[in-house]
Antibody, heavy 127, light 103 residues
Framework: QVQLVQSGAEVKKPGASVKVSCKAS????????MHWVRQAPGQGLEWMGR????????NYAQKFQGRVTMTRDTSISTAYMELSRLRSDDTAVYYC????????????????????WGQGTLVTVSS | DIQLTQSPSFLSASVGDRVTITCRAS??????LAWYQQKPGKAPKLLIY???TLQSGVPSRFSGSGSGTEFTLTISSLQPEDFATYYC?????FGPGTKVDIK
């Protein structure tokens, strides 16, 4: 069965960076886009970006351009999201999430429907 | 960027009620729309994609319709496990959510 297992909670100071990992299992890791979505406490969902695990190509939300880096290690089926220059309003639960359909069917305007989510990683930014 | 709005933001309903949630896009988006259900402390769950296609395993009381700029999610007969927050999504954006609470 498809599983996305994320790294544990983090506490960071303003200005620091955080790197969250997401280990995939139960499917071909390089066959589907991996997205990152965050949710601040009591707030809605916010799309951050996505990575093509096959090519390493990325698309980032304009809001996070210059601060976010998404990478992957295909040898261990793991995706990473690093956010730099953290601020207090970056405090949120960060989710990795697999999108459908498979990469072979994707275009710039598709493969955003998310069928599996990680358990979420709480990142707290506080001085 | 395309903006999504949802209405209502909050609704109170009883078990057995028919519930409709609307998602409006600031410009036409064809049928690129998905709906998710989220319960407190849990990750969202995909209900509907391509505006009207039911995700595998989702009960048939959920349905979606619409195209262009206006879309709806309908729950034909609300069940106790359906009390949650519902989000629409168009590509890289999510709506603000609709919380469905028990009357």
């Amino acid at each position: 069965q498809v599983q996305l297992v994320q790294s544990g909670a983090e506490v960071k100071k303003p200005g620091a960076s955080v790197k969250v990992s997401c280990k995939a299992s139960g499917y071909t890791f390089t066959g589907y886009y991996m997205h990152w979505v965050r949710q601040a406490p009591g707030q809605g969902l916010e799309w951050m970006g996505r990575i093509n695990p096959n090519s390493g190509g990325t698309n980032y939300a304009q809001k996070f351009q210059g601060r976010v880096t998404m990478t992957r290690d295909t040898s261990i089926s793991t995706a990473y999201m690093e956010l730099s220059r953290l601020r207090s309003d970056d405090t949120a639960v960060y989710y990795c999430a697999r999108a459908v359909p498979p990469l072979g069917y994707c275009s710039s305007t598709s493969c955003y429907d998310i069928d599996y989510w990680g358990q979420g990683t709480l990142v707290t930014v506080s001085s | 960027d395309i903006q999504l709005t949802q209405s209502p933001s909050f609704l109170s309903a009883s078990v057995g009620d028919r519930v409709t949630i609307t998602c409006r896009a600031s410009q036409g988006i064809s049928s690129y729309l998905a709906w998710y259900q989220q319960k407190p402390g849990k990750a969202p769950k995909l209900l509907i994609y391509a505006a009207s296609t039911l995700q595998s395993g989702v009960p048939s009381r959920f349905s979606g319709s619409g195209s262009g700029t206006e879309f709806t999610l309908t729950i034909s007969s609300l069940q106790p496990e359906d009390f949650a927050t519902y989000y629409c999504q168009q590509l890289a954006g999510f709506g603000p959510g609709t919380k469905v609470d028990i009357k």
